[in-house]
Every structure is written in C-alpha cells, then in structure tokens.
C-alpha cells in the first residue's frame, strides 16, 4: 500500500503540472480514443512502469476541471481540505448504512445535517441524508412527498393520476424521476417564467386548480434555487403559500446555488425556504468539495423512514435507527460523502464557507461589468447570478464554444431561453481572480480574431 501511495502521490505531481501548463486539455475526437490511448484490459496485467506511463497519458488528456479556463459546468476549482476529506474517505473505505461500520463518520454525516437545518431555520426535529447526486436528491423527495400524500403508495402502487409542479427553466432530473418513480412524464406541469426565468406563481396556481377540476391529485411543487441556465431563484415565499393553500409538498431544488444558504448578503435570495418540506444543496458546486456531495434535509424525517427503511437482520444488528443511517437512504452500500464538507467546513468554519459564496457572486459582477462596457458583447443574464450569459460579435455560440474547446484554450458551455442561444460563462471556481476573469474575456477575442474571423474571411 505504500507503494501505491507514493506511485498516486507521482501522478497527483504530474496532474498539478498538466494543469499549470496546459490549463485546457487537447480533446482527443471519439473516433480516435481508443487508438489515441490504450485503455484495453486484458488476461496479462503490467508491471508498475508501463501503468505508470499509461496513467500519465491518460491524465495528460482527461478535462482539467480545477484549473482558471474551466468555466463550463456547475462545478469547478478544487480546494485542498475538501479533498483531503474525499482522499480520506477512500483509504477508510467505510459504507455509510451502520453505526457499526462506519462509526464516528456517522456523527460526522449527522452534524453536517444538523447543522445545515440550523442555518435554514427548520424545525429541530428535522433531519436528512446524503445522495449520489442532485438528480438522485430529487428523487427521493419526490417519493418521499408521492408516499406522503398516499401511504398506501409503498405497498399497493399508484393507482389514481398524480401531478407535480416545477419551472420550464428547472432541471431535467424532475421529468425523468417523475417517469422513473412512477408517477409518469405526462403528469409533470411544466410552469412558465417571466424574463429572468423565475416561476410565474399565476400560472402555477392555474394548473393546480386546472388539475383538480379534471379529478388529478396534485402533490408536489418544485421550486429552483439556481436554473441551470440563468442561475434564477424562484419565490419560495410566494410558493409557499400555494403549496400550503393546496396541501401540496414543496422541495427547493438547491443543486446549483443552495450555497447561499452560508451568506448573510445573498441568502435573501431563498427567503421563504423555512417553509418548504424539504431542501437539497450540492456542496460539490457552490462549496467547491469533490464529486459528489449532495445533501437533502428534510422538516419530514419520518418520511424519510416510511419511503426508505426496510427491515434486515443482516445488517441492522447494534444501535438505534437514528445512527444506522441505511434505515433513510435510498442505496444500502454507500460511500462516505460527508467527511470532505465536514473538513472543509470544520477548517475554515461558516464564515469561510461564506466567504467562498461570497466570492463567486463577485467574480460574476466582475464579468457582467467586463461585458456591460464592451459594445462587441450582448449580456443575457441579471445580477444576483453566478451563470454570466453573453454573445460576442454575434458569433454563434454553440461554434463560439466548440471553437474554444477544439483547439483547447478554454472550456465554456452554452445554453438558451426563450428563443435565444448564448455563452454561459459560470463564475463558480472560488480560486479564481479578477485577472482571471477579464483573461478569460481577452482569450475569448484572442481566438475569435486568430482562429475563427481569419478562417472565415480565408
């Protein structure tokens, strides 16, 4: 083990030295990958050196997601302590279900829990669990509020039509859970947004009422903390009083910007959250921790119980439910997620966590200013975003974006609303700088004028 572990110590060096000089990874084409890199597996293993050199080119070629060009995703950056719990994680090798196997990692997943109520003020009893994902968050509060209007569910299935509710602009893990758990993709209402592509709250009580006059059973509305695209917040305090009006189980879909949670200036975005049944946040994003770390909570945590516990002698054999954490979780095996937020957390505290929030909005304005005085630029996106949206020269974005990449200088997605298509820039690596920011912008006209204007004019 020794071994290996200087051999991953050798690779980790080479990855940090990939990353600084060559920030943005030459893309190997599809049709090339597997005679690009030999990544066959075969009945003859290797000896150290030839996997060593093996592993170099892969990591040579892999994305580099950590480094100051990387701007595509929701995710982005890396931040030691963080990782230090994820490589923690991996050498204890604990499986989160028991007390008995995972031992004090299950306080650590209960502390991190309880302290996130805390700070979103739900009631004390309130509790909840880690997932592999945001899509996976989203499923199990959809199942969780599904068995809460009918408890039969669990046993009997479904048997009448039952409706959600969620924004146009939310994220498309919601139709496919509502396909996945039963409920079907024709039952989810697709709410419409105004221009900044928040939640119309009309025109969502206008489908509940719609709904109930054609005997469906609404269940569920799904408020967005942070679209994918513009990186809107929907009023929670607006559907709040919907969802109580119609009884109705209200989730608010952090995945994205539930950060804000940890900033005093910004967390005026979620009021109302308080009154929501349940609330997911993956700390993966904002936070700047490792893939994956998606946390759900819940003012329902007898739910929790009903939806996912199952009774097994074999497994459940010391201590009580509340410390056997597989009695609320959808997977039974399931690695240890919440040491890398507890050691990022416990080293630099809430007000660190803070900061970091704080830090993405500002490097958003930074952006947003960049491109308010530069006529060559259309801005999309508003204030109180960290998703910055812009079209430069009236280029395509979607060949704008493929441009960048191909010829490896920087990694940006694009995206579209209403009828529109454009680059969507996301300010979410806290490790960057102004001089970053307005870099990104310079290499953008760099490779328009260099490699996409002179190609065009030729």
Same mark, same amino acid.
């Given at each position: 083990?020794?071994?290996?572990?200087?051999?991953?110590?050798?690779?980790?060096?080479?990855?940090?030295?990939?990353?600084?000089?060559?920030?943005? #990874?030459?893309?190997?084409?599809?049709?090339?990958?597997?005679?690009?890199?030999?990544?066959?597996?075969?009945?003859?293993?290797?000896?150290?050196?030839?996997?060593?050199?093996?592993?170099?080119?892969?990591?040579?070629?892999?994305?580099?997601?950590?480094?100051?060009?990387?701007?595509?995703?929701?995710?982005?950056?890396?931040?030691?302590?963080?990782?230090?719990?994820?490589?923690?994680?991996?050498?204890?090798?604990?499986?989160?279900?028991?007390?008995?196997?995972?031992?004090?990692?299950?306080?650590?997943?209960?502390?991190?829990?309880?302290?996130?109520?805390?700070?979103?003020?739900?009631?004390?009893?309130?509790?909840?669990?880690?997932?592999?994902?945001?899509?996976?968050?989203?499923?199990?509060?959809?199942?969780?509020?599904?068995?809460?209007?009918?408890?039969?569910?669990?046993?009997?299935?479904?048997?009448?039509?039952?409706?959600?509710?969620?924004?146009?602009?939310?994220?498309?893990?919601?139709?496919?859970?509502?396909?996945?758990?039963?409920?079907?993709?024709?039952?989810?209402?697709?709410?419409?947004?105004?221009?900044?592509?928040?939640?119309?709250?009309?025109?969502?009580?206008?489908?509940?009422?719609?709904?109930?006059?054609?005997?469906?059973?609404?269940?569920?509305?799904?408020?967005?903390?942070?679209?994918?695209?513009?990186?809107?917040?929907?009023?929670?305090?607006?559907?709040?009083?919907?969802?109580?009006?119609?009884?109705?189980?209200?989730?608010?879909?952090?995945?994205?910007?539930?950060?804000?949670?940890?900033?005093?200036?910004?967390?005026?975005?979620?009021?109302? $959250?308080?009154?929501?049944?349940?609330?997911?946040?993956?700390?993966?994003?904002?936070?700047?921790?490792?893939?994956?770390?998606?946390?759900?909570?819940?003012?329902?945590?007898?739910?929790?119980?009903?939806?996912?516990?199952?009774? #097994?002698?074999?497994?459940?054999?010391?201590?009580?439910?509340?410390?056997? $954490?597989?009695?609320?979780?959808?997977?039974?095996?399931?690695?240890?997620?919440?040491?890398?937020?507890?050691?990022?957390?416990?080293?630099?505290?809430?007000?660190?966590?803070?900061?970091?929030?704080?830090?993405?909005?500002?490097?958003?304005?930074?952006?947003?200013?960049?491109?308010?005085?530069?006529?060559?630029?259309?801005?999309?996106?508003?204030?109180?975003?960290?998703?910055?949206?812009?079209?430069?020269?009236?280029?395509?974005?979607?060949?704008?974006?493929?441009?960048?990449?191909?010829?490896?200088?920087?990694?940006?997605?694009?995206?579209?609303?209403?009828?529109?298509?454009?680059?969507?820039?996301?300010?979410?690596?806290?490790?960057?700088?102004?001089?970053?920011?307005? #870099?990104?912008?310079?290499?953008?006209?760099?490779?328009?004028?260099?490699?996409?204007?002179?190609?065009?004019?030729?």
């Amino acid at each position: 083990m020794q071994k290996d572990l200087q051999l991953f110590i050798e690779l980790a060096e080479q990855l940090l030295s990939e990353e600084e000089k060559h920030p943005v #990874a030459q893309p190997i084409p599809t049709s090339s990958l597997y005679s690009a890199l030999d990544l066959s597996l075969n009945s003859e293993g290797v000896v150290d050196s030839e996997l060593i050199e093996n592993l170099k080119s892969i990591i040579k070629s892999t994305p580099k997601t950590a480094t100051k060009s990387f701007f595509n995703q929701l995710f982005g950056g890396r931040i030691g302590k963080a990782t230090l719990g994820d490589l923690l994680a991996v050498m204890l090798n604990n499986s989160m279900y028991t007390y008995k196997v995972a031992g004090p990692q299950v306080g650590i997943e209960k502390q991190v829990l309880k302290n996130i109520c805390n700070l979103i003020d739900y009631s004390q009893d309130s509790d909840g669990t880690f997932a592999p994902g945001g899509s996976m968050s989203n499923m199990m509060v959809l199942i969780m509020a599904r068995d809460a209007k009918n408890s039969a569910i669990r046993t009997e299935g479904i048997s009448t039509k039952m409706t959600l509710y969620t924004s146009a602009e939310s994220h498309y893990s919601i139709s496919k859970n509502a396909a996945l758990t039963g409920i079907g993709r024709k039952q989810v209402r697709l709410v419409n947004t105004d221009e900044r592509g928040e939640m119309l709250i009309d025109h969502l009580e206008t489908l509940i009422k719609i709904d109930l006059a054609n005997n469906y059973i609404p269940f569920f509305i799904n408020a967005t903390a942070g679209t994918t695209v513009l990186g809107a917040f929907d009023d929670i305090e607006a559907i709040s009083k919907i969802s109580k009006k119609y009884s109705l189980w209200l989730h608010v879909d952090g995945a994205y910007c539930g950060g804000v949670i940890f900033s005093k200036k910004y967390k005026h975005l979620i009021e109302g $959250l308080k009154h929501s049944d349940s609330f997911s946040i993956n700390a993966h994003k904002m936070l700047g921790t490792p893939l994956s770390c998606s946390i759900i909570v819940t003012q329902h945590p007898e739910q929790l119980h009903h939806s996912f516990s199952n009774e #097994a002698d074999y497994l459940y054999q010391t201590d009580g439910d509340d410390f056997n $954490l597989g009695k609320t979780s959808m997977q039974c095996g399931r690695r240890n997620d919440a040491l890398k937020i507890w050691t990022l957390w416990k080293s630099v505290g809430t007000k660190g966590l803070e900061k970091i929030v704080n830090k993405q909005f500002k490097l958003a304005e930074i952006a947003r200013a960049y491109i308010k005085s530069n006529s060559n630029y259309k801005l999309y996106s508003f204030d109180d975003s960290i998703s910055v949206c812009f079209n430069y020269k009236d280029i395509d974005a979607k060949a704008l974006c493929t441009s960048l990449y191909e010829h490896a200088d920087l990694m940006v997605g694009f995206g579209s609303f209403k009828g529109e298509q454009f680059v969507r820039m996301v300010t979410i690596n806290s490790a960057l700088e102004e001089n970053d920011i307005l #870099a990104f912008f310079k290499t953008l006209e760099m490779h328009v004028n260099d490699k996409m204007l002179k190609i065009s004019t030729s």
